[in-house]
């Protein structure tokens, strides 16, 4: 498979007849070229994953890791209120990568695009030793309505949008969701908002120096089916919402009060009264 | 290095005093904040930078390998007329690759951020074994007004920004210059432009075929100090401009003519009326 073969087959697998006035060129020229809705910000985040630090390339099918590494993307999207558009993804093939596996990665990607009507408007391609993906989504939200991590305010309820600890008690097997429905429905309500990518601790710790403040959360935590407490806290690659909200705003439906902010070191967790420690998945 | 203390390191190295209200957030949430500009289609493009396969740990430093993986990206930029406006840089970084290392790249990117007012807004880090570095730069261009591949027509004179073959000659350890102002310049006058990063031969075949004509070019072709004719038609990674204008309008100083768009099979090249083999680097 040369450049040229292997980029008209990814122009075969991104083919979308779906009519869209704002990308006036995808795929094929140097750059994409996109005209912005009016009104709107754009939201931009980006992940690696990799083989044999993100997946293992005998426990998972290209059509799962296509599938895993667009939802990242997608999570941040819905952490932010954000409503998914485009993609760019990038591919470094490893020598074992044939074209039936570049093709199993775009199935999996399309599960998610399809679904969410991402289209993928560009990337690179080259070789490697490890299989490397990085999937860039482009978002839209509303203007100045993204939620930010830095806006939690002590008294603000803590909730996240599901039980926590399911992926590592699977084996990161599972297929998260991207809850980009509730992160829209979230935007009128939320004070901070994040999604669970590395552990409730770590990341509810990140909230929390982002916005100044404390927080103190309460058992029971919400733990996934086989689940331990632990995995619950610091598991990671859950994939759902964490978000403060005032207590004179009704949540919106799904989300599973888990504490309250405080005022005391930015940062400093407690469960229970006793402190926590801010521990969970660190890839350095 | 932990995940925390290097994006730390990597907010101090990117820092920036200068003012943009269209900045609304950069690294440390979920997702970077861009308030795009009345009037302006917004610019997409991400290019690999990988170990052993676009460079050699032990023949290049980190503040060259940064520069030269931001001028790819700033180069395609400037193939479509347009002006930079913020990067995303990820990073999978090599158990070999000390924070030293990672402060030299940003020493590298920082050579062309501030000279053409980029900002860095966002990125991922990860490991994995070879050094990966995936480089998405934003570009803003008015509206409409972005240069395609596929206007070249019968009659138009085919032009290059400057001598071809250097980075082969030189062992492809020259810095690129990003041709910003050239391809602004370009934006009235060109009916199709790229960048030239597989060789001249390859990339007029692609322009050709996206554009669905032939093109006739004529010696001399320009040709650096000391490259032959083989590495100016085949060497790749000049990353100077390859463009077409019709003949009634004035070329801007500096492009040099090399030939003229024909009629005929589209992509087919010759020189001098010989076949000419669209043959060029091809990373796959």
Known sequence: MNERALIRAIQRYTATTRRDD????????????LRPRRGEDLLFTTDFVIEDVHF??????????????????LSDIAAMGGEPRYALISLALSPWACENY???????????????????IGGDVTRTEKLTIDVVVIGGVPRGKALRRNGAREGDRIYVSGPLGGAAAGGYKQRPEPRIELGRQLRAKATACMDLSDGL??????????SGVAAALS??????????????LSGGEDYELLCT???RRQPPAGLIAIGVITAGK???LTLDGQPLDPKGWDPI
């Open 102 to 120: 570049v093709r199993d990665l775009y199935r999996g990607f399309a599960k998610l695009t399809e679904r969410f009507h991402v289209q993928i």
């Open 56 to 73: 293992r390339r005998a426990q998972e099918s290209g059509v799962e890791t296509g599938y895993r590494a667009l939802a990242r993307g």
């Open 22 to 33: 704002n990308l006036i060129a995808g795929i094929g020229d140097d750059c994409a070229i």
């Open 245 to 247: 909200i005032p207590p």
């Open 201 to 210: 601790a770590l990341d509810l710790h990140r909230l929390c120096v982002e």
């Open 219 to 232: 058992s029971p935590i919400p733990t996934a089916r086989r689940a331990s407490l632990a995995q619950a």
């Open 266 to 268: 930015p940062g400093a």
